[in-house]
């Protein structure tokens, strides 16, 4: 595809409550949206950094830089969406910039040529099963009132952030309170192998899995908590690619692995990863950053292949935002529709988006 340019968008939008995890709260979600402009067509890629180096070593002002100095130059004036992995494959690290940069052209490509993202991803499904994501909050009464509150909204599978001091407890009043619903946690590598015997006390309540216990580089570790404990071990931080995911599986350091395109570099080698996991027999599913409609309609694109078997964090909109940047995602009975329409399927409102950019810069090609 023939590009003109990129436009690097950055946008505030509040959400409808505080969402902290032991990386710290988030009020407000920070975003760096990418359009590209070409002959044909124009796509929109969101990147999913946050505003400080929590999560990941990338966030919103390091991806801007890294895009206008770097990545952007480096596709020249003609590209395909294939082409921008091995375009950019000389720079280091930085997968969430390179992702929201390689959904922009994939989207516009797809688009000029009339194809939605989920055919061209190989979805089986017109509708994926939704899970809602609770954060760390300040009382066990107030965490079971959330919970009962999304159970009621019809979300099929609850998954609670935990750290040390939070933990078993919430865990236990949850299961206790509303039976056996699904239920998993995350821990986002807040724990160390020396508390596995505390960990193994979240084994009698059958839990889908343990989300990232340990630090993302402790293959090992999580292979030996693994054996330790009777809970899957779910990978999220430490797959960063499929090549990562097939060695983790190789340790037995995982049984389960959350495919974030974002942290793994887009959604081409987000579906290399999902094919390297039906492969092995592991079942994978789809998590969530705090995206907008934009990221939202890619994701519930991708969680409809095949290989994920386990609800995802593809909420609706309104559980993260009042109003959010494209038509809303609503639930229906426990599930979203995939987009149909070509492309990622939805586009930014304009005048919503206007209200919540706060700055733009426009890079020609």
Same mark, same amino acid.
């Given at each position: ?74 596709? !020249? ?187 793994? !570099? ?100």
């Amino acid at each position: 595809m023939k590009l003109t340019g990129v436009e690097l968008r950055r946008i505030s939008l509040p959400l409808v409550s505080p969402f902290r995890t032991s990386f710290g709260t988030e009020t407000t979600r920070d975003a760096l949206l990418v359009r590209v402009v070409g002959t044909e067509a124009e796509g929109w890629g969101e990147c999913v950094a946050m505003s400080g180096p929590l999560y990941s070593s990338e966030y919103v002002d390091g991806a801007i830089d890294v895009l206008r100095r770097f990545f952007v130059p480096a596709l !020249g004036g003609s590209v395909s969406a294939v082409g921008v992995a091995p375009a950019l494959a000389r720079f280091h690290g930085h997968r969430m910039a390179k992702a929201a940069l390689e959904t922009a052209v994939l989207d516009a490509e797809l688009r000029a040529e009339g194809r939605p993202l989920a055919r061209e991803l190989g979805a089986v499904h017109d509708r994926v099963p939704c899970g809602v994501s609770v954060g760390i909050m300040d009382s066990i009464g107030e965490l079971l009132d959330a919970v009962g509150g999304y159970l009621d909204e019809g979300y099929l599978r609850i998954k609670l952030k935990i750290q040390p001091g939070w933990d078993v407890e919430p865990v236990a009043a949850v299961r206790e309170r509303f039976g056996d619903v699904l239920l998993q946690v995350d821990a986002n590598t807040a724990y160390a192998v020396s508390d596995a015997r505390h960990l193994a006390r979240l084994d009698p309540f059958e839990l889908l899995l343990i989300e990232q216990p340990l630090d993302e580089e402790d293959i090992l570790g999580h292979a030996e908590l693994a054996r330790l404990i009777k809970t899957p071990v779910c990978l999220d931080e430490s797959i960063t690619s499929a090549r990562s995911a097939a060695a983790a599986i190789s340790l037995g350091a995982c049984s389960i692995i959350n495919v974030k395109p974002g942290r793994v !570099g887009g959604y081409l080698e987000s579906r290399r990863i999902h094919d390297v996991c039906v492969a092995h027999g592991i079942p994978v599913w789809c998590g969530g950053m705090l995206e907008t409609g934009l990221g939202r309609a890619a994701n519930v694109a991708l969680a409809a292949l095949p290989g994920f078997t386990l609800p995802g964090d593809t909420s609706a909109s309104s559980r993260y935002y009042r109003t959010d940047i494209t038509t809303p995602f609503t639930l229906d009975a426990g599930h979203l529709p995939v987009p149909t329409t070509p492309g990622i399927g939805v586009v930014p409102l304009p005048d919503v988006l206007a209200e919540v950019t706060t700055s733009t810069e426009w890079l020609p090609l």
